[in-house]
């Protein structure tokens, strides 16, 4: 019986060890070890112009640059549903930023996701979209970096829970759902298709937001730009392949770009965390690069709309389909600026274009099977971000309507002037609100 | 026979819901036409599809602002929201920032000029600013003479044994704000003024350094921030009072010159 049983623990103890070797050699995989003497790096002035630019192409400054702070000091608290993570100071401090690193450190941290000193970095840090950056291009953003005066400003502590908060658990991570990637030229496609996809996957990151992550916090390339309900921060970044949803393969090219670039097109406008990219990021991109990246986007096969997140909810409190209320309300409060029949309002002046106050009718922001975000714009109001192509736009006031209040104009416009969505019930709108 | 009728009426039956459907449903309240023929007005739906006129203005713009902040300041249960119209450009413009770059702490507001550009906030700024709007009644405060005595004191005369200025001295001789940044202290509530001070004392609320308002707060008493707060809420607006004219700050008793970030903003 002992035997047996010392037998059984040995192979137990086998089995483990297997398994650690396994996570580490998976977690390691794809790693080229970086040179212990780095090479010299001297920027020139181009690399540093280049790099700025990248920097907004990728939009470091939305998480590395907490609001109000020093440039790249870091410090940006972004919560997930693991805990509170901090970003990082990339200014070149000697002790609390990217100031003892080399150009080798910097890609490490891009491509493998790893910081200097080899610690594997939480993929909060778009890792996974950034190992497709070149070595060039990781060249221009590390210069341009060193470039910048040095803040002395330490990270806070991240606010992980165990086993979170572990190498271990990254390590596993790493082995389950990274390997360090490099963008490779799709030769049956355009140039400038390819320069689209380098963009959208690698530093665009699109994915991060516009795809459902699993319980680990990782997305799929299966389920690429397929929609996700962005963790923590409860907006709805929708399916960039569906027609029902953001899906560009019906609209022309120059559409695509005008919402990149001025956040307003003829039937979307760039409203909660996109408002954000384009007024931080892509209204900065060239119009080349947009249009590569439109042309990309419109290239992408078309899905189906993926089915809204089933709220426990739904099963016992039935969707408010109080028609008459929901038009009232909508007479009161919303017909003045976009119409008695949805149909928006174009300035005075103009005979195309966006349009000032959007229509509602046949709006996909309006319809589409996942209603957070319309009952979060309903509930919050905003302005589109003010971009050179949009200086001055047209602000929304918020409602202080009661969820059942919501919850019955939003089902109204969901199903008026041949909008044909389901209605909504008023524990969506506090889920989706409060 | 049997067949041609029971089809016939399933044919009647199915127009007649179709018609019902349509005269119920919220679209057959629409008046004016759009395109589609007269002919077609039974069966198919009339949708006004023409945009109306949004006129190309700044307070067409910003008319949302309202929502919130009303014509002279509303009171809700989230705390209440300051009136914004009349007061100097600058000053509305430096708290869009602060609110913008987190020196001021509301989700709200961020929401909404959080990617507005600078050059659009100076314009929303001076369009507020520019605003000519009545004020409410002062709130009824109950005050002991003694109160009433130690607020308007402080507010018209300071207290220079504890280093604090006059709040006529920046907020202008009839406390309605100085141009370019300086804000009025009339008109506003008590609950609103307590909780500004309260919020430089805690830091929670902000200016551009050196913040002058946070070393000012963190020297009053408690009793200080009641009498002065009470006093001020009392008292009537001037009519047609507006933000005076900028003019040096020199007074003797208040020790080295107040440089303050927010005037310099």
Known sequence: ?434 | MPCLAFTLRRIVTFLGVLIALNLLSPEARAVSTGSGTPGQAQLQLQLNTTPGTVPNTIAQRVAACFACHGQEGKATSGGYLPRIAGKPAGYLYNQLLNFREDRRHNGAMVSFVGNLSDAYLWEIARYFAALDLPYPAPSLVSLSTAQRARGEALALHGDTARQLPACNQCHGGQLMGMQPATPGLLGLPRDYLLSQLGAWRTQSRRAMAPDCMADIAGRLSPEDLGAVTAWLSQQPVPLGAKPAALRAVADAAVPSALHCGSVAQ
Request: hydrophobic share 40%.
């Open chain 1, 1 to 434: 019986m002992k035997t047996m049983f010392n037998r059984g623990v040995f192979a137990l103890l086998m089995v483990a060890l297997a398994l650690i070797a396994a996570v580490w050699l998976l977690s390691h995989q794809g790693e080229e070890p970086i040179p212990a003497q780095p090479l010299p790096f001297s920027a020139t002035p181009q690399q540093i112009e280049r790099g700025a630019y990248l920097a907004k192409v990728g939009n470091c400054a939305g998480c590395h640059t907490a609001r109000g702070g020093d440039a790249f000091a870091g410090g940006l608290g972004i919560d997930t549903p693991f805990g509170m993570v901090y970003s990082s100071n990339l200014t070149p401090d000697a002790s609390t930023g990217l100031g003892g690193w080399s150009s080798a450190h910097f890609w490490q941290a891009m491509h493998n996701g790893r910081s200097k000193d080899g610690h594997a970095l939480y993929p909060v840090f778009p890792f996974p979209n950034y190992t497709q950056v070149t070595r060039e291009d990781s060249d221009a953003l590390y210069a341009y970096l060193q470039s910048l005066p040095a803040v002395s400003q330490a990270r806070p502590v991240h606010g992980l829970h165990f086993p979170f908060n572990s190498q271990a658990a990254l390590a596993v991570w790493r082995a389950l759902f990274f390997s360090p990637e490099v963008y490779r030229t799709d030769a049956a496609q355009s140039a400038e298709w390819n320069r689209g996809a380098y963009l959208v996957r690698g530093l665009g990151h699109c994915n991060a937001c516009h795809a459902n992550r699993n319980a680990l916090g990782a997305t799929s390339q299966r389920l690429e730009f397929g929609g996700g309900l962005i963790p923590m921060q409860g907006w709805y970044a929708p399916s960039l392949t569906a027609s029902a949803e953001a899906g560009v393969a019906q609209w022309p090219v120059e559409q695509v770009v005008a919402l990149l670039k001025n956040g307003v097109a003829d039937h979307a406008s760039a409203l909660g965390p996109m408002a954000e990219v384009v007024f931080r990021s892509t209204q900065h991109l060239s119009n080349t690069d947009l249009r590569a990246m439109a042309v990309f986007l419109k290239a992408l096969p078309p899905t189906d709309a993926p089915a809204p997140a089933h709220s426990q909810t739904d099963d016992f409190i039935r969707p408010n389909t109080d028609l008459p209320r929901g038009a009232k309300i909508f007479d009161k409060h919303c017909a003045d600026c976009h119409g008695a029949q949805g149909q928006g309002g174009r300035l005075a002046g103009t005979v195309d274009g966006p349009l000032a106050y959007p229509a509602l009718a046949g709006n996909r922001a309006v319809t589409m099977a996942q209603a957070t975000n319309v009952v979060r714009i309903v509930r919050s109001g905003g302005f589109a971000p003010a971009t050179a192509g949009n200086p001055r736009p047209f602000g929304m006031p918020p409602s202080d309507l009661s969820p059942d209040d919501i919850a019955a104009v939003v089902s109204y416009i969901r199903g008026a002037w041949g909008n044909k969505a389901a209605p909504v019930n008023s524990a969506e709108v506090l889920g989706a609100t409060y």
